[in-house]
């Protein structure tokens, strides 16, 4: 796993060999959030690296998912069991983290299948607690109030989590950012996705952070428009 800075004792992304998580700081790092958790199995890692910034893993307070595939949700209830932290998620995607309904399939595009067979090898989730189930327009008290923006199309219950006095949003996979921004792959409704796309790019945020593919720090209200517009 590796430890990317995104904004000075603030952001953080850990990045796995398939997709990656974010940890945010408020209070000078007494109260920390994750906002997805890696793949299952990651958890070690992830307390390793809170540490090597100088903070305690006792300080995490939230797991925020922005949906229910293995690499997002994995090492959640293993931290949430350690740490007593809080794990939400939107009430579509949350009986699926819980392991009560299957994963919802996505719809391929051919050149999507290989990518998606080799996203399939990332560990299964065992069965997930979610604390709280969330709703559009939620807002979540870390990083100055954090917004939940519904944002259906890769999942039912796919959310983005804006954080506006910060200028920070977090996509999920609805956007990804690898080579270029784009729309996310693997969609169970391209076109709820596309949609979905439009209306967290119309947040114009300094700073994207894709649940795949490097955050986009610089010229990102643009890019984000751009882009969504080629969708």
């Known amino acids: 796993m590796e430890l990317v800075e995104v904004l000075p004792n603030r952001l953080h992304m850990l990045r796995f060999p398939i997709g990656q998580a974010y940890l945010w700081q408020d209070r000078g790092g007494e109260a920390l959030t994750l906002v997805d958790s890696g793949p299952a199995g990651a958890a070690d890692a992830i307390e390793a690296a809170i540490r090597s910034l100088g903070l305690a893993p006792r300080a995490l307070e939230r797991i925020v998912l922005t949906h229910c595939h293995r690499d997002h949700v994995g090492s959640a209830g293993d931290l949430a069991a350690r740490r007593g932290a809080e794990v939400l998620a939107h009430r579509l995607d949350a009986p699926v983290i819980r392991g009560d309904l299957p994963v919802p399939e996505p719809v391929l595009l051919d050149w999507e299948v290989p990518l998606y067979a080799h996203g399939l090898t990332v560990p299964e989730t065992p069965p997930t607690r979610v604390d709280r189930e969330l709703e559009d327009g939620e807002v979540l008290p870390f990083g100055g109030g954090a917004m939940v923006v519904h944002s259906p199309g890769h999942t039912p219950g796919s959310i983005g989590v804006h954080l506006p006095e910060h200028g920070v949003l977090f996509t999920g996979d609805c956007v990804a950012g690898v080579g270029e921004v784009m729309l996310g792959v693997f969609n169970t409704d391209r076109a709820l996705a596309v949609a979905s796309f439009h209306r967290l790019a119309a947040l114009a945020?300094?700073?994207?952070?894709?649940?795949?593919?490097?955050?986009?720090?610089?010229?990102?209200?643009?890019?984000?428009?751009?882009?969504?517009?080629?969708?």
């Open 205 to 231: 945020p300094a700073v994207a952070c894709f649940g795949h593919g490097d955050p986009r720090t610089r010229d990102t209200a643009e890019t984000l428009k751009k882009a969504a517009e080629a969708a």
